[in-house]
C-alpha cells in the first residue's frame, strides 16, 4: 500500500553534487515529517537531515551549508541536494516518511551515494 520510491544516486567525484529524491504514495491521511539517513559500512545510521510539515528543517552538523532538504507537499516529495561532495559522505541513504496523526514511519529501500576519485 504504502510506497516510497528513492532515485538520484550513484558515483560522483569529491566536490560534485547530487540530489536525491523520495517519492511517497499511498498515505491517505497524510505526511508529518520527512528526512534522510544514511549507513555506512561498519558505522550506524545516522540522521542526515529532516524538514518538518510546515519547512522547518535540521541537519547533521557533518553535512551543514553542503545540503538541503526541501519537499513539495503537493507531490507528497522529499528531496536532498547535496553539494561539496566528501569521500565520508559515501553510504546507502534511506528515505523517512512519518504520517500524521499516528506518526507511523515507513522506510525507502535505500539508495547508494559513492563519492570517489
Given at each position: 500500500?504504502?510506497?516510497?520510491?528513492?532515485?538520484?544516486?550513484?558515483?560522483?567525484?569529491?566536490?560534485?553534487?547530487?540530489?536525491?529524491?523520495?517519492a511517497a504514495s499511498g498515505i491517505?491521511?497524510?505526511?508529518?515529517?520527512?528526512?534522510?539517513?544514511?549507513?555506512?559500512?561498519?558505522?550506524?545510521?545516522?540522521?542526515?537531515?529532516?524538514?518538518?510539515?510546515?519547512?522547518?528543517?535540521?541537519?547533521?552538523?557533518?553535512?551543514?551549508?553542503?545540503?538541503?532538504?526541501?519537499?513539495?507537499?503537493?507531490?507528497?516529495?522529499?528531496?536532498?541536494?547535496?553539494?561539496?561532495?566528501?569521500?565520508?559522505?559515501?553510504?546507502?541513504?534511506?528515505?523517512?516518511?512519518?504520517?500524521?496523526?499516528?506518526?507511523?514511519?515507513?522506510?525507502?529501500?535505500?539508495?547508494?551515494?559513492?563519492?570517489?576519485?
Amino acid at each position: 500500500q504504502v510506497q516510497l520510491v528513492e532515485s538520484g544516486g550513484g558515483l560522483v567525484q569529491p566536490g560534485g553534487s547530487l540530489r536525491l529524491s523520495c517519492a511517497a504514495s499511498g498515505i491517505i491521511f497524510g505526511i508529518d515529517r520527512m528526512g534522510w539517513y544514511r549507513q555506512a559500512p561498519g558505522m550506524q545510521r545516522e540522521l542526515v537531515a529532516v524538514i518538518a510539515r510546515g519547512g522547518r528543517t535540521n541537519y547533521a552538523d557533518s553535512v551543514k551549508g553542503r545540503f538541503t532538504i526541501s519537499r513539495d507537499n503537493g507531490k507528497n516529495t522529499v528531496y536532498l541536494q547535496m553539494n561539496s561532495l566528501k569521500p565520508e559522505d559515501t553510504a546507502l541513504y534511506y528515505c523517512n516518511v512519518v504520517q500524521r496523526f499516528n506518526y507511523l514511519e515507513h522506510w525507502g529501500q535505500g539508495t547508494q551515494v559513492t563519492v570517489s576519485s
